[in-house]
């Protein structure tokens, strides 16, 4: 008998469904074996190697794994497996968990890797005609990946715990980087005033031009870009506005008219993928992935993470059957199949396509589920079809009594084309010219609406900070991060807090800004002109890693040069940091500084500035310092004022009610320490926060509506498992009942 490996639940009962009871199928549950976190390993950073062998470290089992594993050893057995499939995602990360459990399930003799691009039934029996062995060098690749993000993890975030921050990261830190300067763009911006004056002509917006690209006087934004519709003379935009308004119509001077074609984008990639769904529905990258993954397990769409634009001939053949059959052969096109693969793309497999392009819409999806579908279908079908046709209309008009021209434009749609794909989820454009028509010689008057015309006083805004989507596309462009880590490393900011999520802009946090402005530096070498954190040096490191995968490079001497250059980089940080105090080093100054005398203070800093000396000096000052004031309590840091403000703003509460709670007037008198008075009064706001019933969160609403649905109730019957009638009446939490709800229908899920 066959066992088939899948890593979730969901996959493996669609291939199940395909493969018959003949054939054994079961799910890992995701990654069974990885580096070790706990024991004398758990700590550890490095490991011997050689440059021509890389580490081998002790793997150990992740959560709940070795259960997992044993259970289907245990399957197997009684089944009597005499050949095992493992059909792990067709990736570096899958190719790692096919690997160990090759070695784990090593005891049934024959060990074959499958992979497929998309759950069918044909995929999955071509699959299995086609099994192999393990690829040692996605293998390779996975590993030094894992040593990679091991060594520079553990050593610099031990770095950067002197200045009180939680973690570094190989791709993070510099991902952050990107918030972080986008930040000091904003604050440095000194916006530009100007004058504008608009007016709507059969719906088309005119603007006075005021100067020539020529003229001396032409309006400049801080940059130098020019703007010829914009001017700083205001008592011109006063006069532009003034004659507008008297004369009420426009005497139309000139017209173009040009002709033009849109051409259909190629298939979705995953980075391309997140960008759209995050402008079309402001879906975060973290939910579009969950989402897709959905799909694709139930074998709806190809593979989700994935850098290639290229298709099988047979998806495009059945595209333009599609297509064909709706539209007509007319709207066949040549096909947008997308460039030549860049260096340091992942073209293993498909783009993002339906597996079934003749299904506009499969049955038994969620509304999500509907949309995200609706996406991807129309983008692959739209890549199979003809160019859509628009005319263009660009116009010159003036007034009689103002010599300044007015420039206006629009366009229709004449021809859909590719467009047509999309017309079940995009709005339908202009198919017309405007009315009345617009032509050479003709006054037509302005159109009867509120503030028309208007003028416009404003000044040039700074530039937006960055959606997540946009932060997904910063990121590929720079060649940072690969498909399978831009939904999480942009999360694992944002749980750090080292940026918020700012109505759906990512602000970087003060202690955002503390890593990269104050910590990463340490990590620039001019010698060697090596940035560790830098996003050209972090993307050198990816191409290493796909080439390890490609075989033109050895893992074992790829993985010995960075070492090489980490630990000179390193030693290098350690050595200037003992030059100059850290911020945590000279705020834990100022704190034991306050506790005593001027005179005292002078005679153990010999009356030097704490600003001035080296870490390794500060370091014996605080030391004397401490001596010093043992018996006195030390005040209470300003994160922890922070914190307790903040705890105590959420439940309503005055700063003298809250500091009542451990009996001192105000917060400036709280004592720091672990068993100081802040330490105290935080805790017992956080024991009332969390006994104030609040809504549950949308991911909580949302997890909870899925569970439901697995364990096929209603939601009267679900909401009776917590003695409440609708989801309306759930409250928030760790002891809310929407945590109590979500273990009871988990316990209800898992029995089924």
């Not at 917006?205 to 205001?234: A, C, M, Q, Y």
């Not at 350690?574 to 500084?593: F, G, H, N, V």
Request: hydrophobic share 30%.
């Amino acid at each position: 008998m066959d066992l088939v490996v899948v890593e979730s639940g969901a996959k493996a009962k669609t291939i199940q469904k395909y493969l018959g009871k003949n054939i054994l199928v079961r799910a890992s549950v995701g990654h069974v074996q990885d580096l070790p976190t706990k024991g004398k390993d758990g700590s550890k950073a490095l490991w011997s190697h050689t440059d021509n062998s890389l580490p081998n470290p002790p793997w150990d089992w992740t959560q709940r794994a070795e259960k997992t594993v044993n259970r289907i050893i245990s399957d197997s057995r009684r089944k009597k497996v005499d050949r095992v499939l493992i059909a792990t995602d067709p990736d570096r990360e899958g190719e790692f968990i096919a690997w160990r459990l090759s070695e784990l399930l090593s005891e049934f003799g024959d060990i074959q890797r499958i992979t497929f691009n998309e759950i069918t039934e044909t995929a999955i029996k071509e699959a299995l005609e086609a099994a192999g062995e393990v690829d040692m060098n996605l293998v390779d690749a996975a590993k030094v990946r894992r040593f990679m993000d091991r060594l520079i993890g553990y050593r610099t975030s031990r770095f950067a715990r002197s200045w009180s921050l939680t973690s570094m990261g190989r791709v993070q830190t510099p991902t952050l980087g990107f918030v972080v300067n986008r930040e000091k763009e904003i604050q440095k911006f000194i916006s530009t005033p100007y004058w504008a004056v608009q007016a709507f002509v059969s719906g088309i917006d005119f603007r006075v031009r005021f100067h020539d690209k020529d003229d001396p006087l032409v309006w400049k934004d801080e940059k130098g870009k020019l703007d010829i519709h914009r001017t700083n003379d205001s008592n011109l935009a006063n006069k532009a506005y003034e004659y507008l308004n008297l004369e009420s119509q426009l005497n139309i001077e000139n017209v173009s008219l040009n002709e033009y074609k849109r051409r259909p984008k190629p298939p979705f990639t995953t980075d391309t993928l997140l960008q759209a769904s995050g402008s079309k529905y402001s879906w975060r990258p973290s939910n579009t992935m969950r989402i897709a993954q959905g799909l694709y397990e139930a074998g709806h769409i190809t593979y989700m993470r994935t850098d290639s634009t290229r298709t099988s001939a047979s998806s495009r053949n059945k595209a333009k059957e599609f297509i064909t059959s709706k539209w007509g052969s007319d709207f066949v096109g040549k096909g947008s199949l997308g460039g030549k693969p860049k260096s340091g793309v992942q073209d293993a497999h498909e783009a993002i396509r339906p597996t079934n392009p003749l299904s506009e819409l499969p049955n038994g999806l969620d509304e999500s589920q509907v949309r995200l579908y609706r996406l991807i279908w129309s983008r692959f079908i739209a890549s199979q079809m003809c160019d859509s046709k628009w005319n263009s209309m660009k116009i010159q008009a003036k007034l009689e009594t103002f010599d300044k021209f007015l420039d206006g434009d629009t366009k229709w749609r004449v021809s859909p084309g590719w467009e047509s794909a999309f017309e079940a989820i995009d709005k339908t454009p202009a198919t017309s010219p405007p009315k009345p028509e617009i032509s050479e010689g003709k006054k037509i008057p302005l159109d009867n609406k509120e503030a028309n015309p208007k003028l416009i006083e404003d000044k040039t805004k700074p530039p937006a900070r960055y959606t997540q989507h946009g932060l997904v596309a910063l990121m590929k462009s720079e060649g940072i991060g690969r498909p399978s880590t831009y939904a999480a490393t942009i999360k694992k900011l944002l749980d750090r807090k080292y940026c918020s999520d700012n109505k759906g802009r990512l602000k970087p946090t003060d202690q955002g800004i503390l890593l990269c402005n104050d910590v990463v530096p340490f990590y620039n070498s001019a010698e060697n002109n090596i940035n560790l954190f830098s996003s050209s040096f972090t993307a050198d490191m990816e191409l290493d890693l796909d080439q390890i995968e490609t075989g033109q490079q050895k893992g074992a001497k790829v993985w010995d040069s960075f070492v090489n250059s980490f630990r000179q980089l390193h030693e290098t940080a350690i050595s200037k940091k003992k030059e100059t105090p850290t911020k945590r080093q000279l705020d834990y100054y100022e704190r034991l500084a306050s506790l005593v005398s001027d005179s005292e203070l002078e005679e153990i800093t010999g009356g030097e500035d704490p600003q001035k000396m080296s870490g390794e000096r500060i370091g014996e000052v605080i030391d004397k310092l401490r001596k010093a004031t043992e018996d006195i309590a030390l005040p209470a840091s300003e994160k922890q004022i922070s914190y307790a403000k903040s705890l105590a703003e959420s439940l309503e509460m005055d700063e003298s009610s809250a500091c009542e709670l451990v009996g001192v007037s105000n917060f400036s008198e709280l004592t720091g320490g672990k068993s100081g008075t802040a330490s105290n009064l935080i805790s017992l706001l956080k024991n009332k926060t969390d006994s104030v019933p609040r809504p549950p969160s949308p991911k909580q609403l949302n997890f909870i509506k899925n569970l439901v649905k697995k364990a096929e109730l209603e939601e009267e019957d679900a909401c009776k498992l917590v003695g409440i009638k609708s989801y309306s009446e759930l409250t928030g939490g760790r002891q809310g009942t929407a945590s109590k709800l979500i273990e009871s229908l988990r316990k209800k899920s898992s029995k089924k």
